[in-house]
Structure formats: structure tokens, C-alpha cells
DNA sequence: CTTTAATCGAGACGGTACGTCTGGTCTTGTT
DNA sequence: AACAAGACCAGACGTACCGTCTCGATTAAAG
């Protein structure tokens, strides 16, 4: 990889840093939102110098996505049963959970940075969403083999409504609770199993 | 109303400057997102002194959301038909178009602000999304009258989805396009409208 | 004069307004000095609105003046004594009694102003230091006439003298006490006063 | 000293700043007194960012206090002779011909900014009175042992009456001259001096 | 007994400067 | 090289007053 030797010479990155420098954004990120999330508070909760934080990471979404992706790791493992959507409810419901606490403030601040950062949500789009969508895309691919979902359906395109909603509350400051997630699913979820007879087309008409 | 004597007396307040200070707004946030948005540069841009902002304006987010409200006000009229399912599907798909240009731009922006600030997502959600639900709000209410959502629909729950998936695309710089839309709309409404066979139950099992 | 028929019409001039400011910007000074002494200062102190404050005095250092001025004005009676000496230095003593208060912070406001605003010094040299150099200078005349003091004796220069070192005092915020003025009265008087032989000869040589 | 170590790390302050800051501030002094002397004009002028001025100076009045003592220093030689009058008459009519340009301008300016803030003074009388007084005050020590002053003189006291007329005129801006400055240090040296018999004396009776 | 004309309170308005905060860059010496 | 420390430029922040202006409401004397 081109990662692997940024640098051969001189004095190595001190790993005691990037830690501590985690940690902090982290800290604050949660506590303060965006608002109070500045390198140089950062700097000073960590007791990094500045320059320090300037040289590993080029944008303050960077170092955001960064933090929510340390924090996040290692959260997730999941052991499958045999009905894909119980798995796919396992999976989404541990994410709400997930994402009732700092981390969903969080992930908000990395949304709200975005907007006026590309670079930021092209980081947290290659940086995360991707890797950790491959699991529920798997699953959602597997249901649709089984049967238990439409032929048709979109997996990508489930994955955005059920997360749509709850970005959206994550933004609006509204809180998520377990039952609310399991009603979303739901109705996503009836858009996605067979049927008797579709629906759409009766409505288009 | 108790709005038209707040204050009798002293030199009434420049309509101009308010027209000039909102389009100002307007145009910075659709051309440079938050990050311009300053109420430094909607002084320049307006030709109002930044003191006349401050004081008619508490937080650049106020002004943010009365922008959007001027801008987006008296865009919509609706004629309806005899469904309620083709009217909300006009009306959504017509949002969706507003918001393919500046507009989705500035409700992305206000999305940010309100992180920081939740007087933002206050004056945003009283002061524009719950008078502009109240259209499609009654569409809902009419279709379940008529039969044409099921009875335990929750409307606010629907434009919950609806517009979660809108407002994701946006913060994710996502284009957004009517097939699209068409397409989330059919989702969500399979799981409103009546079937012959609940399917969530066979699932949960 | 051309003072008493500006306005022969409309609504006369509250008198009650003009002792209210006066009052207020005397306080202002007294207790803030410059810092304070603010038209919006002195306009919330005394109740009155700003426009009237700016409708009466040009400058803030006429306001300052005037303040002075009705402070100071009827705190002198003099009767004179047979020695003209001795009627200066009651007078001198005096004065310094008086500026060991608010009125010296006062007067060290209208010198600073001053500085900054030439129309200020005019205001106070013309209200208030020629108006108020009337009594000492005619003492200083009687005693020339009598012999008290040498003929060729400046009265003007002796005055700047003998409140040079006042201000300077002022100014440098260092106390004002009657040994001190004793003690410049002596001294200046030395100058003054008839001698066997002339010093200042030999010491130019 | 304690002042050679106050910062061993990090970037040295730059010298050149220092430089093009006092001459800035000077010159604005001069040509505008303080109402044009605002940290905002120094640094535009100086070319240099408001946060280094704000970093090096705390309060305006340092500032001018430091402008004034760079443009006076080293204005100063003296060659003694053998008449203490004769040397401390010099020294008074350099300082008045001195501040007869601009430093007179800029101190009055240091004694008005003081009026509003008590640390200008401080600073100006440790930095710059204290030590100036120091070559004046050996004169008249010098003077009072020859016998050329009379013993029972208070040099400082001398000192005060001597500027005290020069602060009077430079703050009711009337003109310094020299032979208004020979007048003065005349009548001061009268009471200095010894002679024959005791006026005062005769005076207080 | 109306005009008439100035005063008064209230507050909007365009400015200017304040002092603070953060961003990003740079220059030191030390590890 | 990396690192700590801190100077530096740039620019926006929100506040405080400035002096001017527009209002409507008083208030006396003149018509």
C-alpha cells in the first residue's frame, strides 16, 4: 500500500499521539457538538500541538470521521440465524441503539460538517458507510436468494430508507427508541416481501 | 393578531432592508453553503449594516430558516383530484423538485446549523415543517377516510420516511431525481395501503 | 442677546430635562470619568432620550463643561481681607479643597477630552477659567497697587503657575492636599513678592 | 534579568513588528491625537495584525507610553558645567523645545488616555518619569550641596512646579516658547534660592 | 380654539472600533 | 523527521456607541 511508507526516515509518529488526539475529538465531539470540535480544542484537551494534528489529518471532517470510525470499530459481530430479515432486524435495531448515544451525535456532526466539507463526507462515505454496509448488504442479498425478499428489490435502496429516517431524527434532534426502529422497519420491510398483489401500480393508475 | 403591534412606537423598521437582507441570505447559502454564509458577508452582499442584521436576528440560523420560508412561501398550490394517493404523490414529487436546486442547498444548511444550535431546529421545524405538513398531513387524513391507506397509518410516521430519504440524499450530496422519488414513494406506500395478508407478522416470527 | 430669542415658538425647552442630564453626566463623570461618560450613558441615567441630549449640546465636552460649571458655580464667596496675600491664598486653598473630590476627577475628564476635541478646551477656558480667574486676578491687582507684590509681577503667569502644578496632580492621579498647595503658594509667592536683591541675575550667570 | 528568559520556546517575537508597530503608533499620535490612535489604525498602518498588537501590549496606553519612550530616548546628552542652575535651566529648555513638536502632542495624549485608565499612568510614570527625573534630580542634589539651592528644597517638589505649567499648557494647547520656559524656571529658582531674609514669613503674618 | 412649530420619547439605521477566537502557516529549539 | 511551543496574518464574531434619521405624541404661543 502507499500507506505503509509515508515515511522510512526521520523520527516515527508517535502512535501515544494519535490516541490521544482520538480521544479528545472524540471527547468533544460528543460534549459540544461541532460547535466547541476545533483543532485547536482538540489541541489542548489532548495536549497535542497543533502542528501535530495539522500534519495527520488535512480537514477538520477528516479527523471527525476518523474519531466516529475508532470509536465504532470493533462494535459489530453479529452471528446469523437463519432468517435473513430477523438478521437484517438484529443488525438495524443495534445500530439505533448504537446511535441513541454520543455516537449519534457524532455521526450528526460529521453530516453537518459535510455540508460545507466534500471532502468530509467523501471520507465518511469510503471511510465507513461502505465497509460497514457490506454486512446488512450480504444479508439482504442472501434473503433475496431465499426468497424472503422480492427479486426486485434494491438493496442499496432498502439501506437508504431505513437510515433516511434515522439521519433525519439524528438532525432534527429528535430521539430514537427501539420501538420506533422496529416500526420503520416494518414498514420498509412490506415493501420488500412478496405479495399477493402489487400495489403500486393500482396507485399510479 | 398580537404580531401586528409589537412596537408602536420608534422609527418602523425598513421593509427594503429586510427584502435585501433575506435574498442576500439567500443567494450565500445557495452559492456557498454555511461556509459563506456570514452575517459579514450577507452585510456586504445586502448593503445593510451588519448591526441591522443582529438586531432583527438573533442567530445566523433564524436567518437562515426565515430565508428559506421567504424563498420557498407561495411556491405551492395544489389542486386536488379524487385521490388522496395521486395528490400526496404531486405534492412530494413536487418538493423533490424544489428541492433538486438552491432550496435543497439551503435545507441541507439549516440541517447543519441545527446541529450547533437548537434554536435553529426550533424556528425551523415551527416555523416551516410543521405549517408545510399541514397540506399533506390532510391529504393523509382524507385517503384514510376514504380507504385508501390503512386505518392504523400514522401520518407523521409517513413523512417521516418520505422525507427522510430526502434529506439523507442531501446532507450526502446525493442527486436527487424523480424516478427516484417515485420509487421511495412506492416503497413507502405498499406499507400503507391495504393488503390482503399482514406480512410484517411472518416475518418477526 | 442673540441667545434669548432663538425659538419665540412651539413647544418650549424642559428645564426639568436640562437639571436631569446635568445631574446625570455630573455623576457619570464623578464616578466613571471618560470611560463612562457616554451620551447613551447619560441619556439612560437621566431618563431623557438621546435626541434631546444632542439637540442641546454639540459635543460631549460641552456637556462635560456645563456640568462642571453648574457643579461648581455659587461654591464661592470671598470676603476680602486687608492682605491681598492672604485673600489669594484663602482663594487658592480653596479651589484645592475643592478639587480634592469629584470635581478634580471632573475637571481631569474636561482636560482629556479636550485633548482629543480642541472646541472642549475653548468651551471650558471660555465657561468656566477666564469667568473664574475674574476674582483672583483682581486680588493679584490690589496687591500690585499696594506693593504686596513686585510691579513687574504677571498675574496671568502666576495663575498658570500655581494651577499648573494642580493639574499636573490631576492628571497623574497623585493626591491633592492643602500642606502641598501651602507649599506652592509659598513658593510661587517667593517669585512674587519684593527682595532686597534680585536671585534670578545671578544665577543666569 | 528576569526579563532576558520570559520565553525560551517556541517562535521569537519579531523584531521587525516591534519596529513598524512604535512607528505607527507614533506617527498616529502625532498626526491625530488619540482619537485616531486605535489599535485598528496602528495595525493597518504598521501592516501589522491586530492579534500581534494585542499580544504585546495590553492596553493602549502601553502602547503609547512604549511610542513615547522609544521616540525620546537617546534624545537626551547632557554636558555638565560648572553651575548647577546653569545645567538644570538647560535640561528644562531642551525638554520644552522637545515638546514643542510632536512629543508634546503625544504626551498629552499618554496624560489624557490615563485620565480613563490608571495603568497608563503606572507605566508612564515608571517608564518614562521615574527614569527621566533621574539626571534633573542629580542636578539638584548637586546644586543643594554647592550651596547654589537652598538646602531645605525639595527637589521632586521643584521638578513638579517646573512640568506642571508645561503639562498645563500643552493640555489647554497653548504654546510652549522659550522665553515663557526661562520666565518659569525664573520665578521656580526665586523660591530655590537662598536670600537674604525669609518672605514667607512676612506673607503668612 | 384652532393651527403651527418646536420638543420629546422611542427606536431604526449605517458606521467604526472594540477585544476575542479560530484557522492555517511559519519559525524556533529539542528529541 | 517528528514534536512542543508559540508567533504570525487573516477574518469573523457579537457588543457598544456614535451621530443621524424617522416616527407619533406633547405642548405652548400665535393666529
Known sequence: ?????????????????????LRAALDLLAEEGLAGFTIEAVSARSGVARTTIY??????????????RHAVSAEFTLSPTASAVADLRTAYL?????LQGQHGRILASILAEGHSDPTTIGAFTDGY????????????HRG????????DVDPQFVMELLFGAVY????????LDEAWGNAVFDLVL????PQPQQASQTMAA
Do not use: Y
Request: proline residues 7%.
Open 1 to 21: 500500500m502507499g500507506e505503509t511508507k509515508p515515511a522510512r526516515t526521520g523520527r516515527p509518529r508517535s502512535e501515544f499521539c494519535q490516541q490521544a488526539i
Open 55 to 68: 500534519r495527520r489529518w488535512l480537514t477538520r471532517g477528516a479527523l471527525a470521521v476518523d474519531s466516529f
Open 94 to 98: 443495534g445500530m439505533i441503539r448504537l
Open 129 to 140: 458507510l461502505i465497509p460497514a454496509r457490506v454486512l446488512p448488504l450480504h444479508i439482504l
Open 144 to 151: 433475496i436468494k431465499t426468497g424472503e425478499f422480492r427479486a
Open 168 to 175: 433525519r431524527r439524528l438532525l432534527l434532534r429528535q430521539p
Open 190 to 193: 412490506t415493501g420488500c416481501t
